[in-house]
Structure formats: C-alpha cells, structure tokens
C-alpha cells in the first residue's frame, strides 16, 4: 500500500513537472516580449540610475532602493546600489510608481512620478545627488538594512537578521525576541498566549518526523535563520493545523552569479559554542549551494517544589531540590542544486542530515512529610538521560513562471526520516533523618526507547490571473506519516543481580496519519478593496496500535475550513484589514498514546485514546499606518475554540506499580469550548537616521470550560506583555541593540504562573570593509529569567520554580564572501506564500 501511495505521488509529480507547457522551449527568434492571445503584458519593465554623495561627488554604494505602487504604496521590488552607486530594478509590470532611496546617515529621498508603459518600458531617474544628515556624525558605516518588521495582507515579517541579542543563539532562542511570541522554561512556543501553534521551517511542518517543536527549532543556530513571519489568520493555502496560527521559519538562502559565501563563529559562557557556513556556486544554468552548522552548549539548570496532598486523612508533604546539568550538540549539513531550464523554468533538489544528542543528568533531593516538623522519609533521585536524533530529508522543488504575469505552477515532494535512541538510568538511594546518614538502599531502574519515524509529503499549486485584478489559485497536498516508539522499563533485581521488564511501563505504540487536502482561492480588486476568499477540504485518517496492551483504535473524519481577507487602502499609506479562518489542532500521537509515561517516582502523564481534534473559528480586525519614519500596526482578535485539548493534574496513591504513593497523574481531555481575545499593538519608530525603536504591546483574556466525567473546571484570566527593542548605529562601523521583555502573570486552569522578565543588550562592530562583523552579546542581564507557577486541584497545591543559567556572554564573528548578500532571494522563497493582493494593481 505504502509503495503504491509513493509511486501515485511521484507520477503526479512527475506529471507537472514534465508536462507543463515550454518546459524546454525558448520563444521563438522574433516573438520574444510579445503578447499571446488572451494573456497579460509581461513584467519587463526597467527602473535605472545612479546615486552620488553631492558633498564628495563620490558614489554611494549599497543603497536600499524600494519600488512601490502610486495606487496603494505596496512593494514591487527593490535593489542595492553597486560600488559605482549604480542600480537597476527590472521585471516591473506596468503602472505608477515612485521610488524610496534609503541610505544611513543621509536624508531619505523619494522620487516621484514613474511610468512604465507597454511604449515607455525603461525609466531613467538619471543622477541623484544626496547630501548627508547634518546631524550626523561624519564617517558613518553604509549598511543596507531592511526595516526589523514589514506588514502584509496576512502576516508579519521580522528581519532577524538585524537582531543581534541573538548570536550564538538557538532558533528557540530567538523566538523570544519576536513580537507576539513567548517560550517557556521547557522550550513550548506560545502565540498570543496560546501554546497550539504550527511552527514551520522553509514552509514545512517542523514535527513532519516525530521531534516536538523546541526539538526542531534547539537544532537550528539563530545564524541561519532569515526572517521570522508571523501569521495569525493563515489563508486556505496554508495548512489549517494550529489553534493561533503559523510562524514559519525561513532559512537563509542565496542564488548569485559566481561563488559567494557567509561564515560564522560564536563562543560563549556555559559551554556555548556555534559555528556556520553558507556557501553558493552558480555557473550558467546550474546553482549550487551548501551549507553545514553546529552547536555545543552545556547549561546548568535548577529548581524547587512543594506539594502538600490531601488523598487520606492525613496530609502529605513534599519537597524536591533539583540541580541538572544539560549538554547538547548538533550538526546539520544541507546540499542542493538548481537547474534553470529557461528563464521561466527551475527544478531544484536538495538533502538535508541533521545529527543531535543531547546528554541530561538531573540530581533530585526529596524530602517527605507526614509530620512537617521531620522528615519521615529522604532520599536522592539521580536520572540520566542519553539521547541521539538522526534525520534525513530529501527534497524536490519544480517551478513554472509563464509570459501571462502572475500565472504559476509549482510542485514539490519531500521525503523524511528519523531514528531516535533514548537511554535512561535512575538511581534512588535513601538516606536517614539527615543527608550525612545513608540507608544502604538503593533502587535501580533503566529505560531504552527506539523510535522510527518516517513522513512523505507533496503538494501542488496554481495560481491563474482573471483578468489585471482577479486571480484564482488552487492546489492540493498530501501528507503520510507513521512514528513507531518502542518504550523499555527494566527494574534491577539486587537478589538475583539482573535486570527484569516492568510490564506496567512497558509499552510499543504504532501511530499512522494520513492527511489529503485540496483548496481553491479567489482574489479581487474592487476600487479601493482588496478581496480574498478561499475553501480547504481535507480528509484526515489517524490510526492508533498499542502493541503492548493489544488495543488499536482509529478516527476518520471530513473537515473543511473557509477563510477570508478583506482590506480597505486609504490616502496617506493607511489600509484596515478583516479576516477570518477556522483552524484545527489535532491531538499529537503522545496525546492519544493510553499507555503511562513514568517521568519521575511522584509524577507520571496518561494519554487519552479518545481525543477528538479542536476546532477554532478566528477573527481579526487590524490597521496599518506607515509614515515617513513610524509605522503603527493595532489589531484586536477573537478566537473561539470547540472541543478545547487541556492537560490537567490530580493526585492518587493507586496507580499500578506504584500503589501506595501520591503520585501526581497528568491526563489530557477535551474541554466544551474555549474563548480567547484580546488586542495587540506594535509600533516601530525611527528617531532620525541613526535611530530605531520598535515596541510591542499584547493583551488577552482566555476563558475556559470544563465540563465532564473527568473534570469541572471552569476559569478566567487576563494577562499581558510588553517588548522593546532599541536599534542604535553610532557611526564608524559600531551598532547597539538593547531589547526587554516582560510577561504578566497568566491564570491558568489549575494555577497561576507568575511574571518573567528580561533585559539583553548585544554590541557590533563591522570591519574588513564592511564585509566581517563581529558582536558581543549578553543574556538576561540581571538574571531574571525563573519560570514559577503555582498548581492545585481537589486534593493538592503544589509550588515549583525552575531556572537554568541564562546570565551569557557571546563573542561573535561573521565574514562575508563576495559581498554574500543577506537578503531572501524573493523569487525562490516565496514559492511557499503564492500571491497576495499586493501583486496586483489597483
């Protein structure tokens, strides 16, 4: 079956591929530029000139030069000045546009009025002579760097490549530096106070092959990673998986002529190290491009609880003292190649192996209480943790562009596998009424898991223009995936000096997903309104076989999902956004395994065979403003959730295997319905031309319900969070960034987190002639980074902080060959986007 289903995927793809119109054939020798019956004028508009210092007469290399529209102030293009402050900006469709010329340390400087017609298709701004800011300082370091945020129809986007707190980081790491997002102390990423979100890599689902969402993103180095886009109402091209939406991670990724390059190299306290290496190689039709990074780090982490439980008559007492230590490296290498059949005709393939182990040994002191006066019972748990990930991913990209403007076929298929090994050891040695006085007893436990997972994915888009200001686009996806864990306890028998299986712990789980998806999109121009609406279908089978206890069950259901977009574009570079989608958070395969996971002798965490997916219809209402030098981005949003998946805590003393203690059960159940709103504002302000702060405000309230043979609960909380970030260039090459985060208490269904706050500031100095940089950066300045929350249920409060050395410092250097520029090749990497609203003109 399994063959079958590749074999149907790659005829299909095949099938697009090869077949789709002038794969191969160039246009014929006179016919070049000219219009077929029934299609567009093509974009083949030139924009020209050159820049010179009007001071020094001397040229002004690397500009940033933005091409916009008249009717709407939405971005066509852009370029950078070259050394001879030359710049060419081609492929412009025809219409009004003005330019936006942008250099640090001079005036910002607009020119007016440009035409391109089918009769005038090149337009000469001529020379352009700036002169520079008189309150700047002279001597000032050119960069051409992008704004830290740009806005869309339905997302935004973060530069982080401007974001130096983040070197030597993690892209785990960085997600705390973006507006909207939040991690917690255990690396679980959290959207706008909710926790359900996809995170995607290049477009592709980060847990494709089993590894949790803190897993893919810990591998990546913050290096790599070229801007951040956020997207809370995602239209029906996307993937409809996620309660608050989408962040997709986009790599760096350069196709220039000849070779060209980036190397980075970080070392830091704790342990921290990091390096990367982009290298690219194009020759005529042929593109090559590689890339390797590692990561080492070694982190120290500790924490404290208290639990007091009221199962009998009489209550019980606990207290845990944690110190861990944690070490990780990861290497991952990519190789590709590009094939350019025609100007309008790719294909690329492309493999990427990512090898990562991490090394964990947590010490834990308990102390137990029947009387709070003296211990009745002491001893220490130490656990160690071995685990080693190794991935492949093989990949295969067509794209098809057309003489029709804005007409495009793309199709891709992608293989991933993954093999996990996981070795655990617990020693448990008991002590007297003091930690000088040991027992002698001890209890020894071992744990191996072998996990095998394996995905295929491939999908097909087509985007077909109406008419100057219609389009239509449709597409379909197909995604299988199975992830096999094969879960080992052992107890070490002192007696008989061997190891025996526990069967209560025990267990082997098969989960089977299948995914088959298909969607249409339609987009228009009506005046001053821009119009999207779509539908997404998708049939979904999960299978479920534990092994172990002989139990399978399956879930086959039909769900689809509208979405819809509208904007309203005003004078003076304002518009007004509505939107709409219904979103789907299906339960992950741990979620639904029934078996007992055993994390430590007083906690364990059940599944729930029976769990449904959640639905969620969500609204957004937003406004952007852009000025001169301010750009103001409010926006309300309501969610509205049903079937709402909640893990809850409870306390028993009689759990197989563990009868007799108090032990902390951890169970995951669909709520009736969950209401979360709330409204955000970011603002970026550019304070004269060396300048730049962006801050960003977020408050949400959630209501949630349970109802049910499980649980009742029933809660309401609010909560908010600030982030600021200052941008200074000092002049001579040095730039200083400072960012501070602050998070409010947030309520939760049994519990309360409290605040957590930070403070990183990071120094950078540019020199080799602009092409090394090398940056100094420190973490948490004051140390405050401790996640502590408090918990209770019917018979339990429990108290727990935690906090790992946050307080860095990192040295960094980055050298760029041949002038390797930092900016996403727009052709090649919004493969995954399609065409929004602003690829037409009004």
Partial sequence: MFRFIIQSILLIFLAAALFSPDLYAEEPEGQQGR?????EMPAIGKVYGQLFDEEQDTPLMFASLVLNKVSDSTMVSGAISDEEGRFMIEEVPFGRYYLVINYVGYPRQTVNDIRITPREREYDVGTIH??????VLSEVTVEAARELM????????????????????????????????????DGNVSLRGSSNVTVLIDGRPSTLT??????????????????????????????????????NVVLKEQRRPGYNGMVSLNAGTA???????????????????????????????????????????????????????????????????????NPKTILTFSSRYSNWNRDMDNVTEYMLYRDITAPNSMFIMDNETDMLHNSFTHRLDFRRTFDQQYRELS??????????????????????????????????????????????????????????????????????REMDSDFLFENFDHESNSWHNNVN???????????????????????????????????????????????????NYLSLFPSAHLRRSFE?????????????????????????????????????????????????????????????????????????????????????????????????????????????????????????????????????????????????????????????????????????????????????????????????????????TITLNFSDIFNTMKFSMYNYGDNFTMNMERWRTSRQITLGFTYRINEYDRRRDRQMRDNDNGLDFDDFEM
């Fill in 572 to 772: 003076n570079n304002q518009s007004v956004q509505l939107s709409y989608s219904r979103r789907i958070n299906r339960p992950h395969n741990r979620f639904i395994n029934p078996f007992m996971r055993y994390n430590s002798e007083y906690e364990v965490t059940m599944g729930n065979p029976h769990l449904d997916a959640e639905f969620i219809n969500s609204f957004e209402l937003g406004y952007t403003r852009f000025r001169e030098s301010t750009t103001i981005n409010p926006s309300i949003f309501y969610r509205h959730t049903d079937g709402m998946i909640t893990r809850y805590r409870s306390v028993t003393d009689t759990i197989r295997g563990m009868e007799g203690k108090d032990v902390t059960v951890t169970n995951v159940a669909n709520l009736n319905k969950g209401v979360s709103y709330g409204a955000e504002m970011v603002l970026s302000q550019r304070i004269g031309s060396w300048w730049n702060v962006n801050g960003t405000f977020s408050y949400f309230r959630n209501i949630i319900e349970g109802r049910g043979a499980q649980m009742d609960e029933e809660n309401d909380s609010y909560s908010w969070s600030g982030r600021l970030v200052s941008n200074k260039n000092l002049g001579n090459g040095w730039n200083i960034q400072v960012n501070g985060f602050y998070r409010s208490p947030v309520i939760m269904l049994q519990g309360e987190m409290d605040a957590m706050y930070s403070v990183n500031a990071a120094v950078r100095k540019n020199i080799l002639r602009n092409n090394g």
């Fill in 271 to 341: 342990g921290r190290y990091s390096g990367s290496v982009n290298l690219n190689y194009q020759l005529n039709n042929w593109n090559f491009f590689t890339n390797y990074s590692v990561r080492l780090s070694d982190m120290e982490s500790f924490g404290n609880s208290q639990r007091q439980t009221f199962v009998g008559d009489i209550p019980n007492f606990m207290d845990q003292d944690i110190n861990g230590n944690r070490g990780m490296n990861s290497h991952n290498v990519q190789a590709g190649v590009d094939y350019n059949f």
């Fill in 505 to 555: 712990r025990s267990n082997h789980f098969i989960y089977n997903e299948q995914i088959f998806a298909a969607y249409g999109m339609y987009a228009t121009m009506l005046g001053n309104f821009s119009l999207q609406a779509g539908l997404r279908a998708e049939q979904t089978f999960v299978e479920g076989d534990q092994r172990t206890t002989g139990e399978s069950f399956s879930n």
């Fill in 150 to 185: 740009e806005v869309g129809l339905d997302r935004r986007v973060f530069n982080v490549d401007r974001e130096l707190t983040a070197v030597g980081g993690s892209a785990l790491e960085l997600m705390e530096n973006i507006p909207s997002i939040a991690v917690d102390f």
């Fill in 130 to 135: 700036i002169s520079p800011d008189a309150a």
């Fill in 210 to 247: 089993g590894l949790t969402v803190s897993e893919a993103l810990e591998q990546i180095s913050a290096e790599m990673i070229d801007r951040v886009e956020v997207i809370t109402n995602p239209s029906a091209r996307y993937d409809p998986e996620g309660t608050s939406g989408i962040i």
């Fill in 411 to 480: 199709a891709d298929v992608s293989f991933s596998t993954r093999d996990m090994d996981r070795d655990q050891s617990f020693l448990q040695e008991f002590y007297g009424q003091d930690w000088d006085s040991p027992s002698g007893q001890q209890v020894l436990e071992r744990s191996h898991m072998d996990g095998q997972n394996w995905s295929v994915r491939t999908q097909l888009d087509y985007v077909h223009p109406l008419g100057e200001e219609t389009k239509f686009e449709t597409g379909y996806r197909i995604q299988i």
């Fill in 35 to 39: 219009r077929r019956p029934g299609e």
